[in-house]
């Protein structure tokens, strides 16, 4: 049952091959089995999970029920989950249980989808290898000496190791799509707006975004058009009619115009990886698209950028977290001022203390005009690349990252190199455009991942454009070694 | 050397919103501690803030009520510093685009010369909770209570218009009548609901250069900014004479020990590190809106001054007491519409009512006795029912609950006997039981007899049990003598 896809579960669900329940208990058994080896999922809600199938199952025999009941999920640890612990990866939520449910998480509990448990993750989302979870990293199902990527890494490794046919993720700088690309599944990251961030925890406001992961576009179109809506209770959210993805994803390709930015294929590409985006494009053009070079002129001011914006935006939302109303306290703080020390010291890793402090330091007085202030304009400028490239281009495609896995450890000491691996990523969240991740190939027996960049709202032509080149190639099929016992 | 002050204050003002600013928890002042603050006040990981629309018009509606230039397009930041009473770790507040612009307000000085004071803008924003320190909640300990986080402020700067205390306070009733009588704020004072900072610096007579000004923050009470901006003038001036210099800081002034202290230099301020709200959006206040407002703006307290002179042929004195207190104005025209008579319902409103409030230290709005009581009172006094000197018992009666005048008047007996008949034969019998008295009266020279008829007075009157309409007895007592001469 694992190797099914979540529109073949749906299928069979209705159809009654299965209950939920047997499902679920299945996918229950595989977490126990195999999560170990890869430590994808640090919350298991097995007796929950088993109630909600069983409540499903009722559903599906009354008729009319959603696509979606009965499906088993995971949701990573980021959202919040009504009374169940909800990290965000820091031992500073180590003992947080919200007495709320995200509206993402509500919208698959209203469908009747079943939650398995949460998945690993970068500390608060400030990662790309999920080294700085607290709970350890995760192993690439594809390769257990390589990182995941992250932030959303557990989510990705879980998906990959069959653990859940689907997951829910977040993406601030690329943490959906360059874990997607990594662990060789799909992954789409919505237009900033389309998901509601209510009960999601914040890392960067005007970058993060959720989104779906599953194994093929035709998968996470389900699970889009299930988590996307319209929330009064953010203020960012845009009311805007969900479409129906499923709807469109037949469409042909013939015609469209996909546009191949020169700045995405220039030094620190892997020429592996390369030669399988090369390959991917070219099997769209046999279907009819046409490929258009295009210049994104300011992509270089990408990274900079967002690394000013998104620690400045981290620094002031991570403030709350001051050991006064919940999460973790330090032992016996002799002051005001040593209990938020102590608290901040002993309860932020590494890589979330170095970012307020970047933060911080952008947003001095003094310093603020030079770096905050100059990243907006920078922002602007790459937005303005983006509306430009659309009046000629429907979609955007190039590699999701410069290189497949990396080995644990092996940027450990530089931030400035893990940083980079977003660079193709970061670019989308700055403009606040969809963004999406395809696998397109192996390199060095490695998934490789294509990435789709959309216009404002356009989810449904990526999610189409994804789903017509899965069906030619295979690449979103294969599963690594070891997990389809 | 002679000396001048410069004052400019910056005032918060509580919105009378049902709700929180950025959350549907109430305002409500007095409930227990932390029993109305939502998972949004508390800054609960995930959660986000929506705008009070409400909240806005009462900004604007202030901004009309001083012919300010309104922000159609507003935004907010974040102030961050960190403190226990302040949940998220930042204050969401405005500052590049506040809501109002540039005003003025007219006050008037004791001699009855007016001046206008600049207000150099209004912004919106949140207030934070409070810290319960040592002798207000346990030894040892400080308890935080966040009922009042979140409430709806705007806070007014004027410019340093001002120069003496009394000009300020002028300037801070002016401010309380006005948000008062347009309904965005409850006026009450001692629940802080009104808030001032004082900034002051002193120059030498003559000068134009400003001398480095200090911050007394915080005073709720007429009385108690006097006595801090007198104190702080004087504390200045000595300074500078004895040949020391004014450091820029923040004090405190302790209005029960008239002590006031440094609380933090220029040197210990905070960075506040302001930077754009991610999570809200720009507010956008349209032409329409603001007509609306304007169409529905109450009467500002100059207008009402006047009408009062006007329709009721009030004094200026009275006028400007009654006018310049919402409450007060709209006790007094239900006072006069009930009585009919209006120079009573002033006098008795100004007078008696005031009087017993103030002892008692009761808002009018919470006054025991209410506008149609002491209207139905005033309507006795004004037919001849009951003596002045009984309406006092009568409005004791009232306050002490026993009912309205009639009710009270009923019960104790104490309607006026004015029937003529009966009257002239009380007259007539006090007369006959006291000749001894008639014949000294008689026998008195002219020009000294009047200050006998006092003694028969006492006479009718004790034996009529006080109610004998004093008016009339006097003319029949006057009669009856002068024919016995």
Known sequence: MHNLTIAELVRGLKSNQFSSVELTQHFLDRIAKLNPGFNAVITVTADQALKAAAAADERLAAGNAPD???????????????????SCGSKMLDNFVPPYNATVVENFEQAGAVVLGKTNMDEFAMGSSNETSFYGSVQNPWSTDCVPGGSSGGSAAAVAARLAPGATATDTGGSIRQPAALCGITGIKPTYGRVSRWGMIAFASSLDQAGPMARSAEDCALLLSCMASFDEKDSTCIDREVPDYSSSLNNSVKGLKIGVPKEYFSEGLNPGTEKAVRTALAELEAQGAELIEISLPNSGLSVPAYYVIAPAEASANLSRFDGVKYGYRCEDP?????????????????????????GTYCLSAGYYDAYYGKAQQARQLIQQDFTAAFEKVDVIMGPTCPSPAFKFGSKGDDPVAMYLEDIYTIATNLAGLPGMSVPCGMVDDKPVGLQI???????????????QYQQVTGWHDQAPEGVDS | MSWETVIGLEVHVQLATKTKIFSGASTAFGAEPNTQACAIDLAMPGTLPVLNKQAVHYAVMFGLAIDAEIGKESAFERKNYFYPDLPKGYQTTQLE????????????????????????????????????????F????????????????IEIVSEPDMSNAEEAIAFAKKL??????????????????????????VRPTGTKELGTRTETKNLNSFKFMEEAISKEVER????????????????LYNGDTKVARSMRSKEEANDYRYFPCPDLLPVIVTDETIEELRRNLPELPDARQARFVEQYGLSDYDAAVLGSDAAMSAYFETTTEKSGNAKLAANWTMGELAARLNNEAISITNSPVSAEQLGGLIARVADNSISGKMAKEVFDGIWAGEGSADDIIEARGLKQVSDSGALEQMVAEVLAANQAMVDDYINTDEAKRKKKLGGFMGQIMKASKGQANPQQVNQILAKKLSELL
């Open chain 1, 68 to 86: 979606l009941c009965g499906v088993p999920i995971l949701h990573k640890d980021i959202f919040c989950t009504k009374g169940v612990r909800t």
């Open chain 1, 334 to 358: 002799k002051d005001l001022q040593d209990l938020y020390t102590r608290t901040r010291a002993e309860g932020f890793g590494e890589e979330v203390q170095r970012r307020i402090l970047i």
């Open chain 1, 453 to 467: 960049i959309g216009n404002y709202f356009d989810e449904a032509r990526m999610l189409n454009v994804a789903h």
């Open chain 2, 97 to 136: 685009k506040p809501i109002v612009g540039r005003g003025n307000v007219e006050i008037e000085r004791a001699d009855g010369s007016k001046k206008i004071v600049r207000i150099h803008h209004a912004h919106l924003e949140e207030d934070a909770g409070k810290s319960l320190h040592e002798g207000n």
């Open chain 2, 138 to 153: 346990r030894h040892g300990v400080s308890g935080i209570d966040l009922n009042r986080a979140g409430t709806p402020l």
């Open chain 2, 176 to 201: 309380h009548s006005i948000v008062t009588s347009i309904g965005i704020c409850d006026g009450e004072m001692s629940q802080g609901s009104m808030r001032f900072d004082v900034n002051v610096s």
């Open chain 2, 236 to 251: 200045q001036i000595d300074l500078i004479e004895d040949g020391g210099t004014v450091v820029q800081e923040t004090r």
